[in-house]
């Protein structure tokens, strides 16, 4: 029975640190959620209703928000080689869901963060970059829609590790993907 106790106890802890981190989710029609962001979250705007796209665990909540990011589009001409590349992670976008938040678990150390829209157009809301101290990154989209391309995402020359990106995004059309590449 200690046992017992002693476990749900952890477990409600554990779920407690986690609630105050993330974001808050209400549920709404046909298995869509309204997200809302917790205390601190630097965009103060409404978010869309969204469908969650559950990912991997990852190690390391936001406590943290620097200041936002506004994103410039910047196009990159080319796609650096793969031994500089240290991560990539990708997410199809299907365009019947429509808005989509969806985690990609990095864990790795590197320099910028490049995005890659392939197949078609992405409306973006936001990107949130997590780093391992628990610093959050948020990359300003503002809801603009962005064509098929190589853009850069974020950089930070210091040389971070990156545990985890969240973006909120939806396709234009039938399919679109988002691939992220951290690079060293």
Sequence with gaps: MKKFVAMVVLIYAVALSTEAARVRVRRGPRGRVHVTVTRGFPLHRTFPTVVVRTG?????????????????????????????????????????DGWTDFTMNVDRRGTRLLMDIE??????????????????????????????????????????????????????????????????
């Design 56 to 96: 991997p665990a990852f190690r390391v909540a936001p406590a943290v928000y620097l200041g936002t990011v506004a994103f410039t589009a910047a196009v990159v001409a080319s796609l650096p080689p793969p031994d500089v590349r240290v991560w990539t992670g990708s997410e199809t976008l299907d365009g019947e």
């Design 119 to 184: 197949d078609g157009s992405a409306q973006v809301s936001f990107a949130e970059v997590v780093f391992e101290n628990g610093e959050a990154q948020v990359v300003d989209f503002n809801d603009r829609v962005h064509r098929t391309g190589l853009y850069n995402l974020l950089d930070f020359r210091d040389g971070r590790k990156v545990d985890h990106v969240r973006i909120i995004a939806k396709a234009q059309n039938d399919a679109t993907q988002i691939r992220l590449h951290l690079v060293s």
